[in-house]
């Protein structure tokens, strides 16, 4: 009797184009980006109309949209050159601006998100915190709608497993073994179960700061976890510890998170 192969997974490897119109195509990525920036106004005028905005206007949404999208495409960008790759960057500084060849960095884009906030707060008058507030509960099905995009373009797989979902991906790099679609894990981590805490923590009014301090600890502590199972970075491997890059990027995010929630919590119960 010849030997008992097991059964995997084979990634579908989807056309990265999802719509072509003659010359027009919109790619999956990019589409979901589209989803994520839409779900984010439609979530937010949600909490606006009933009475969740905490000062939040419209006119501030729109803003946030507009200058969100900057923060987040900049920001993004920026940070996979400074975190990941900065000496071949330096040496081909022209390429920075190649953003159609990939490479962004959620923790860049958040960093351009938070200056993006900033600004608006300050034009509008309100609180950093405040505007932080009201947008994190928007933010992680946005992420979920990220990594779905990562998923459809079989790129970001995990590492080898033996998991009976362990799936075939077509990339050379990836290899003929299976790995495990980490890109799911973290769509179902850091989006869908994110938003869902985030949603219903965020049904009553919390101290200042809360909000915030929760979305930094949850997405921290979640990334973190994803990334045992995700394929490290190729140029970089893994770091000091055993970690990867994306875990001790995410390591600030839950300490400064931790603090935050202490202050907020201490200052809402000081007189």
Known sequence: MSPTVPRML???AYDPVAIAIGPLAIRWYGLMYL???LSTYLLGRWRIARGQGGGA???LLDDLQFFGVLGVILGGRLGYVLFYKPAYYLSHPLEIFAVWQGGMAFH???LGVLLAMLWVARRHQLRWLAVTDFIAPLVPIGLAAGRLGNYLNGELWGRITDVPWGMLFAHPAAGALPRHPSQLYQMGLEGLTLFALLWWHARRP???GELSALFLIGYGSLRFIAEWFR???DFLGLLSLGWSMGQWLSLPMIIVGVLMLRWSRRSASTP
Request: net charge negative; aromatic share 12%.
């Open 57 to 59: 206007t419209l006119a």
């Open 10 to 12: 084979i990634h579908p």
């Open 231 to 233: 394929e490290p970075d």
């Open 206 to 208: 919390r101290p200042l």
């Open 35 to 37: 989803i994520a920036f």
């Open 108 to 110: 860049g884009g958040f």
